[in-house]
């Protein structure tokens, strides 16, 4: 009865699992002690998504029906928040130089800083038509965050999910 020892220089044929086995309890111990924290802070990690709108998504804001602030811009780059205009860059369409857009940027910055009940809100949609500039938009986006703003949403209304509501 017991193990049986091998003798004189053969060959030990056998797995040693001892090293597998403490791996094994060190990761145990990790995954015990790291649980609970994970599901303590459940509520940190969710995050507020606004997908976009596609065939399998048809999420669709009116932006007739919200109560959210809308930041429009029309194929002219006339900047506006209902009929209120912020800015109009449609002479800046003509211009070729780098920076042709940084003046209208600097009037959204300002004009959205001292908005008082989007400082308050905090939220915000963009609404761009598709044919301006993708730098105009991306560039009036990072305005908005400049003007303190944290929650900017995007209005995408695929031309085809129109197609299909007719």
Known sequence: MGAKIPSGRGMVSEI????MVDVM???LIIFMVTAPMIAKDEE???????LPVTRENANRIDPEQTDKMILEIDADLVVRI???VITNCTESLSQTNKDRFEVCF????TKLGQNVKLQEDQEIYLLAHTDIPYGFVVGTMARIKRAGVNKVGMITNPEYLDETAK
């Open 16 to 19: 040693n699992v001892a090293p």
């Open 25 to 27: 309890l060190v990761l």
């Open 44 to 50: 940190k990690r969710k995050v507020d998504l606004d």
């Open 82 to 84: 209902k009929d209120e």
């Open 106 to 109: 600097d009037e959204v910055e």
